[in-house]
């Protein structure tokens, strides 16, 4: 399913698409990797428990295996073939559990190589995208303040300066006067 959005990304970067066609690629690719990252954290919890059932066999195959060696060893032969017939469902039943898990595991890898692919192509299709004309214009017009001696906010060193001197000063206050209730709080007791 990615495969056609990132297809069809890179149709319209290279057919100089409206920036709104772009916008809506992105929302689905981003749709989209949220989807893998939730197959991906379905894969996961089928892993853990399909681990728990294979546990849960292999015991029961043991208790089985035990059970057959015991009767044996007491030569209750109704009792072992008994026991036989049950280790032999529940090894099979374990072989069907670890052939289950090994595609489990190789599905999971798969989907995670896949997301990493997803979330990269996104990042970079972002990083990629054309501005709209709005952020070209103001993109220029703050170009065009900075030549004329303006400062952009948020890029002055200045201010930067003088807004954490002026954070310092507030925090510095505030604990001044905490220490004034502090103190009128000490008095009274």
């Given at each position: 399913?990615?495969?056609?959005?990132?297809?069809?990304?890179?149709?319209?970067?290279?057919?100089?698409t409206?920036?709104g066609?772009?916008?809506?690629?992105?929302r689905?690719?981003?749709?989209?990797?949220?989807?893998?990252?939730?197959?991906?954290?379905?894969?996961?919890?089928?892993?853990t428990?399909?681990?728990?059932?294979?546990?849960l066999?292999?015991?029961?195959l043991?208790?089985a295996e035990?059970?057959?060696?015991?009767?044996?060893?007491i030569?209750?032969?109704?009792?072992?073939?008994v026991?036989?017939?049950f280790?032999?469902?529940?090894?099979e039943?374990?072989?069907?559990?670890?052939?289950?898990?090994?595609?489990?595991?190789d599905?999971?890898?798969?989907?995670?190589?896949?997301?990493?692919?997803?979330?990269?192509?996104?990042?970079?299709?972002?990083?990629?995208?054309?501005s709209?004309e709005?952020?070209?214009?103001?993109?220029?017009?703050?170009?065009?303040?900075?030549?004329?001696g303006?400062?952009r906010?948020?890029?002055?060193?200045?201010?930067?300066?003088?807004?954490?001197e002026?954070?310092?000063?507030?925090?510095?206050?505030?604990?001044?006067?905490?220490?004034?209730?502090?103190?009128?709080?000490?008095?009274?007791?």
């Open positions: 399913m990615f495969e056609r959005l990132r297809d069809a990304l890179r149709a319209a970067l290279d057919a100089a409206p920036p066609d772009l916008r809506d690629l992105a689905q690719m981003r749709e989209a990797v949220v989807e893998a990252k939730l197959s991906v954290q379905a894969t996961r919890e089928a892993v428990h399909t681990e728990g059932e294979l546990a066999e292999r015991q029961r043991a208790d035990r059970r057959g060696r015991l009767a044996a060893e030569q209750d032969q109704e009792t072992v073939a026991a036989a017939r280790a032999a469902k529940h090894r039943r374990a072989g069907v559990l670890e052939r289950k898990l090994a595609a489990l595991r599905e999971q890898a798969l989907l995670e190589r896949e997301l990493a692919e997803m979330q990269a192509q996104l990042a970079r299709a972002e990083r990629e995208r054309p709209t709005a952020e070209r214009s103001a993109e220029r017009a703050w170009r065009d303040l900075q030549q004329a303006g400062a906010p948020g890029m002055d060193l200045r201010d930067e300066l003088l807004r954490g002026m954070d310092r000063a507030a925090r510095e206050a505030a604990a001044e006067q905490q220490l004034r209730e502090l103190k009128k709080k000490m008095k009274k007791e």
